[in-house]
């Protein structure tokens, strides 16, 4: 098996004056405001954990106080856990010293934030060699390197523009590139897109599913948002109070919710356009007539459609080793689309 990029285990975040003290005893019990009444804590993050594979999109998702910042921060040790072990690459962060920390951060990690971060009297080229610069690589290399980026990210031409000449979006494709320059293992994202118009936000999520098939890196990726966590994520860690409800991929999360939280969330969303005819398909009956085609069980509903429809009975749904998982006809296909159509 191959070794994760991240392994979150029994991850514990409590704010307050006397926090270390409080982890394992039954006051971690208590309601959020009966805790902050008797000794002035709150629970941050609560007991996480979970791994990453190299390569994989991971998104945590949850409203706004769920604790997914502390989460990402606690990663990076930004905040310092309370409890709990964080492997990057199978090297304790939680055990390490300020330098090699420092070296973590200028080597393996990269980070994108919802404020860009950007230095305001540096050219776009020097934005993004700054940690190549740090790092205390020459001039040439990184100038190189950062052009490489700038171009990676669409912004040939901008390279001499100072940041308040570019658009939001540019300015964090900015930070894109600076986040891919020093060649991270893993690159992690705070909400980085939250501020930005609807429109520029979509090609900006576009840009990073581009970039992830093009650079292949680890991804961690912070939002509030349920569709931008489908369009991205392989995997959703869904939180909520700082616990986490649910880990899956987007067709788990929509088609089997955890519980009624994960359910509320998921409940605007277009089915056809996530499940896969693994979810809809059905045993064949002794004696029906199938047709000849067959569909991987990974295919989209929506995009499965006119295939099933135009077939001449049902079709086959098969795994990835071509056995069969189930059949489904025009009218499997029809039953989620139509009840899309009416809770729309
Ligand atoms: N420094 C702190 N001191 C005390 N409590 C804190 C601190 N930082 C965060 N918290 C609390 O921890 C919980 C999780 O906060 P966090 O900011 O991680 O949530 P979030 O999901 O990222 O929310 P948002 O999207 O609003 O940033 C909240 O209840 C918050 O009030």
Known sequence: MTQPALQVQSLWKVFGPKAEKLVGTPDLELSRKELLAKSGHVIGVRDVSFDVAPG??????????????TL?????????PTSGTVLLDGEDITAMNDDALRDIRRKKVSMVFQH?????????????GFGLEVRGEDKAARRSRAQEMVDLVGLSGYETNYPDQLSGGMQQRVGLARALASNPDILMFDEPFSALDPLIRRDMQNEVVR????VGKTMVFITHD???ALKLGDRILIMRDGEIVQIGTPDQVVGAPADDYVRNFVSEVPKSHVLTLK?????EVPGEQVSDRT???GTIIREAARAVLDAQGPVRVVDDNGQTVGIVDDEDILRVVVAEEESA
Do not use: Q, Y
Request: glycine share 8%; hydrophobic share 45%; net charge neutral.
């Open 295 to 297: 569909l991987p069980s």
């Open 72 to 80: 990402v921060r606690l990663i990076t040790r930004l905040i310092e």
């Open 56 to 69: 994989e999109v991971f998104v945590v998702m949850g409203l706004s106080g769920s604790g997914k910042s």
């Open 226 to 228: 349920l569709a931008e």
């Open 279 to 283: 979810w809809v398909c059905r045993p």
């Open 211 to 214: 970039l992830h098939e093009e």
């Open 116 to 128: 860009f971060g950007l230095l305001p009297h540096r050219k776009v080229i020097d934005n993004v």
